[in-house]
């Protein structure tokens, strides 16, 4: 049990579909993250949510849309690929307080394939 | 904004050996600084920090080293064993925005 989950595991789309990608954390944390994982790439940070309302968004294509209805749950909604999108898709959550510094807990990710 | 190096992107081991990973950031303001493992197929899991204001972290096998002023910090592991096998990422922060390495690939070899 990670404390956080994603869902699905597994994702193949066609370039012109639309799906969505879930993220559910049970370690009462308030900040929740995206991040893109390639091949021989550092881990790219996508977007950032503090208490719901987004802190970050690295310049990242709007065929990616993020959503965060509450502190537990986020969502990434994807639409119109592109083949160079496929990757795993990590979610992660921390505890963003003042004064001090918390790690990253990530969920397992979802390997996406766009085809 | 912040850049993180990692080296090496590999690394090979007997088992029983050190292995150690260096990194360098370039923002004099990031405070904190995690490592994770990532085993295949597994997520990315923290095995050690370090906070600004301490120079030297243990854990068992696994220490963590941080120079300030030269902007660099290390892990290291003694005493590998093959379930030490895996990618390695440093991170460092200032506080919402962590910047990962490229990730450094150990094998213990038995």
């Known amino acids: 049990e990670t404390g956080v989950t994603q869902t699905p595991r597994h994702l193949v789309m066609g370039m012109t579909n639309k799906k969505s990608l879930k993220c559910e954390q049970h370690?009462?944390?308030?900040?929740m993250y995206w991040y893109k994982q390639s091949a021989k790439k550092p881990l790219e940070l996508m977007f950032v949510y503090s208490l719901e309302e987004r802190v970050e968004n690295n310049s990242v294509p709007s065929r990616f849309s993020p959503e965060c209805p509450n502190s537990s749950h986020l969502f990434l909604h994807l639409h119109t690929l592109q083949p160079e999108d496929s990757a795993l898709y990590l979610c992660?959550?921390?505890?963003?307080?003042?004064?001090?510094?918390?790690?990253?807990?990530f969920g397992n990710g979802t390997r996406l394939t766009v085809t | 904004g912040e850049n993180v190096e990692q080296h090496p992107s590999t690394l090979s081991v007997q088992e029983g050996d050190s292995a150690v990973i260096k990194c360098t950031y370039s923002d004099s303001a990031s405070n904190y600084f995690p490592w994770y493992k990532q085993e295949l197929g597994k997520r990315p899991q923290l095995i050690i920090d370090i906070r600004s204001n301490v120079g030297e972290k243990k854990d068992q096998r696994i220490a963590v080293t941080l120079n300030k002023t030269a902007k660099h910090f290390s892990l290291h592991i003694t005493e590998t064993q093959p379930e030490d096998s895996a990618v390695y990422f440093c991170?460092?922060?200032?506080?919402?925005?962590?910047?990962f390495g490229t990730g450094t690939s150990l094998t213990v070899i038995p």
């Open positions: 992660a959550s921390r505890p963003d307080r003042a004064g001090g510094n918390s790690p990253l807990h």
């Open positions: 370690l009462g944390h308030n900040a």
């Open positions: 991170a460092a922060t200032t506080g919402n925005q962590f910047y």
